[in-house]
């Protein structure tokens, strides 16, 4: 654990391909916070590692994390490599138990993994993080904050639409795969399954799906292999006590003012959140459509808005001062665990044409 009021918190870097990068410029634009190491076997990306890092901050690189992480001075590392390599990575962490972990989501692209994740970061002296930064988007943060304090009343539906570009490119397009990636609903999408498991009273319990690659990708073909990754779904998560939320997916939605729309409806009114508008509706039934209130909402704590709002640097934040309290991760192993399960029975339930039970895959 870092002592509250220590030196500047020092991280270090696994993976430093988009998201890698996106979080080094983040902790440049930190408060209390200095890059001082990033690995990946790649140069093309160490050099965009260096680029992010800005001549400002003195950064050591490896091609082999397992070197980087032989440093004493490191805090923190966050981990931001294929999601398939998750698990390997976080093995050789766990041998330095002082070192705090950001793990970029997915948490795993299987269930299995992500139980032998969790249960081994439950013996980890320092702190280990879920990235699951849609949460920490300004005008997510109010949908929540609004929906708990009660401003749609009880809760019993949720639907949250993304229509977006297709994903984008990687290094070796290893993305383009559901054996690398876990599949959309797992890779893209767990984000969204977070988000519902934190607006619904109880656990999930049922999923179903129908979802399909339509558009996207189908003409790439790497080492023989015809890329297999969903571009669209609509998938049904049922949850204790009879709520239930909806995803409606379409990555081939470009031509599209707000990408994301999340909707609360209780038995007192209606919270919605639009991106990238920012925009937070607020209606209760009593009042009519006409009394219905908008705002734009943004966070003046936000020094590095980034590919996601400003949500990877609020993230920080909590993260940092965790790492120096030695406080719980505001986004748990558990939190991460939940959505990719979610994730995987949606998928399960498109492969098999029927209703999935989170028993099941949470079984194995």
Excluded at 74 to 95: E, F, G, K, Q, S
Excluded at 111 to 126: G, I, T
């Amino acid at each position: 654990m870092v002592e509250q009021g220590s030196d500047v918190i020092r991280y270090g870097f696994i993976g430093t391909g988009m998201m890698g990068c996106e979080h080094i410029a983040n902790v440049v634009a930190l408060p209390g916070a200095t890059v001082v190491a990033a690995a990946d076997p790649h140069p093309a990306s160490l050099d965009d590692a260096r680029r992010a890092a800005g001549p400002e901050e003195t950064i050591t690189t490896y091609a082999d994390h397992r070197e980087m992480l032989d440093r004493a001075d490191l805090d923190a590392v966050v981990v931001a490599t294929p999601n398939h390599t998750h698990r390997d990575v976080l093995r050789d962490i766990w041998a330095r138990p002082d070192l705090a972990v950001l793990i970029e989501k997915p948490l795993c692209t299987t269930v299995p993994d992500c139980l032998a994740v969790r249960d081994a970061a439950a013996e980890h002296a320092a702190v280990v993080w879920m990235g699951l930064e849609y949460r920490y988007m300004p005008p997510v943060q109010r949908f929540l904050a609004e929906v708990a304090a009660g401003s749609a009343g009880d809760v019993r539906t949720v639907s949250i639409r993304e229509h977006r570009f297709p994903f984008l490119q990687k290094v070796g397009n290893w993305n383009r795969f559901t054996r690398n990636t876990g599949g959309t609903l797992v890779e893209k999408c767990c984000h969204f399954f977070d988000l519902m498991n934190l607006v619904m009273p109880g656990r999930p319990i049922r999923v179903l799906a129908s979802g399909g690659q339509d558009v996207n990708h189908l003409d790439e073909v790497y080492d023989g292999r015809p890329s297999d990754i969903l571009d669209n779904a609509y998938v049904i998560v049922e949850y204790e006590g009879g709520t239930r939320a909806l995803l409606d997916l379409c990555m081939f939605a470009e031509a599209t003012t707000n990408m994301e729309e999340l909707v609360a409806v209780g038995d007192e009114g209606k919270v919605e959140a639009f991106l990238p508008s920012s925009e937070l509706r607020i209606g209760r039934r009593e009042e009519g459509w006409f009394a219905v209130r908008s705002e734009t909402v943004v966070d003046d704590r936000v020094a590095y808005e980034g590919f996601h709002h400003g949500s990877s640097f609020l993230e920080h934040l909590d993260f940092i001062d965790a790492v120096r309290t030695g406080g719980p991760p505001v986004v748990s192993l558990e939190d991460g665990l939940l959505s990719v399960a979610v994730g995987v029975a949606a998928h399960r339930a498109i492969d098999q044409r029927r209703p999935v039970d989170l028993a099941e895959v949470l079984e194995g």
